[in-house]
């Protein structure tokens, strides 16, 4: 964020603004972290705050503080649609056009409220006064705690603010360990844990919740997994049917896709899983290196992210939709195999 508008969203937030905070739909670790890490700080500097995420997220983000103020648009749509048409202020984090919104898309376009993005992913688009998007980042929660510190608030982090923040950075990173996890990284988690990230707890939180139906579910993907060497490739389905068998819950296949990584040789993992409700394949892209699964996902599957963790989708069968993947798969063969 450049010093213009850095004075500016400071002289905008000090006056009372009606503020919504929104995540994109489906949202993760960073996008619940993030928008809870920001809905304590403007809290705090006595701004009257919402966060309404597009959709449901897994229960084992439920524990953050503040989540049982958040507001869910398919939920409580109506209080949610009022808190949109009030708003003066909207921060939209961890996503970078509105399609990501889901159903809360037209709703963001016919605001007259400012906009700020806080975002790390490509190819932002410019629906917001004010932009603070950098692809380097690791997580937005990063971003976020950088935000505050821009606004010269960094000691007004709380112990509520810094168990958040800490969340979308380790699970953005996969604890710490991912390309993007830089030495800044590493810094404000520590001033995070100073600030009273308790972080042994947050990572039982969010990885010890296993129950029985995921671990069978995890059995299940890992069987389904196909290995195509000659384009150091993997890639995993999980029909619906599969899915029901083993009580499926939201946010059970987070993670799913990254096993297909630990192979040696593998430099690209692909996950296919089938959602009869909303008639489409939900695809989640990894890779390792310098082929870009953003590139990917947008060329063909509609989807986008970062370059080595993106997602998109298919409206077609799930056999159809290997098809499809396979041909482009062909197509990419020099790049990933070069
Ligand atoms: P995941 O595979 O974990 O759902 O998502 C990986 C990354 O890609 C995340 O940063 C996520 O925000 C992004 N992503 C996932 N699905 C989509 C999609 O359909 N469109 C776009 N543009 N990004 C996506
Ligand atoms: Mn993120």
């Not at 006056?15 to 929104?22: D, G, K, N, R, S």
Request: hydrophobic share 35%; glycine share 8%.
């Amino acid at each position: 964020m450049n010093f213009e508008d850095i004075q500016a969203v400071r002289n905008l937030l000090s006056e009372p603004q009606e503020i919504v905070i929104v995540p994109h739909k489906n949202p993760d670790g960073d996008a619940i972290g993030s928008t809870l890490g920001l809905w304590h700080f403007l809290r705090m500097k006595g701004q009257k705050a919402t966060v309404i995420v597009p959709n449901d997220y897994p229960k084992f983000l439920k524990w953050m503080p503040g989540n049982g103020h958040i507001l869910n648009f398919e939920k409580h749509n109506s209080q949610a649609r009022e808190a949109m048409e009030a708003a003066t202020l909207i921060f939209t984090l961890d996503f970078n056009h509105l399609g990501r919104a889901g159903q809360m898309e037209g709703f963001l376009e016919k605001s007259k409220a400012k906009f700020i993005m806080i975002d790390h992913h490509q190819a932002p688009a410019d629906y917001a006064e004010y932009r603070y998007s950098d692809v380097e980042k690791s997580s937005t929660c990063e971003m976020v705690y950088e935000f505050i510190g821009f606004l010269g608030e960094t000691d007004n982090i709380n112990s509520d603010m810094a168990n958040c923040l800490y969340t979308g950075i380790m699970t953005d990173t996969g604890s710490f360990k991912f390309a993007s996890t830089t030495s800044r990284t590493h810094i404000i988690a520590a001033d995070l844990i100073d600030r009273g990230a308790e972080n042994t707890k947050i990572h039982h939180n969010v990885f010890d919740t296993n129950s029985p139906g995921r671990l069978h579910l995890l059995g299940c993907a890992l069987k389904n997994m196909v290995i195509l060497k000659d384009y150091r490739t993997v890639y995993i389905t999980l029909s619906q049917a599969e899915l029901d068998a083993y009580g499926h819950e939201k946010g059970d296949t987070e993670g799913f896709v990254n096993y297909g990584l630990t192979l040696e040789d593998i430099i690209f993992a692909v996950i296919f899983i089938e959602n009869k409700e909303e008639g489409i394949i939900k695809i989640s892209f990894r890779s390792a290196g310098s082929f870009s699964v953003n590139e990917f996902a947008r060329s063909y599957f509609e989807g986008g992210g970062h370059n080595n963790a993106a997602g998109g989708k298919s409206e077609v069968s799930m056999e159809e939709t290997i098809s499809k993947f396979m041909v482009h798969l062909k197509e990419n063969k020099e790049q990933l195999t070069g």
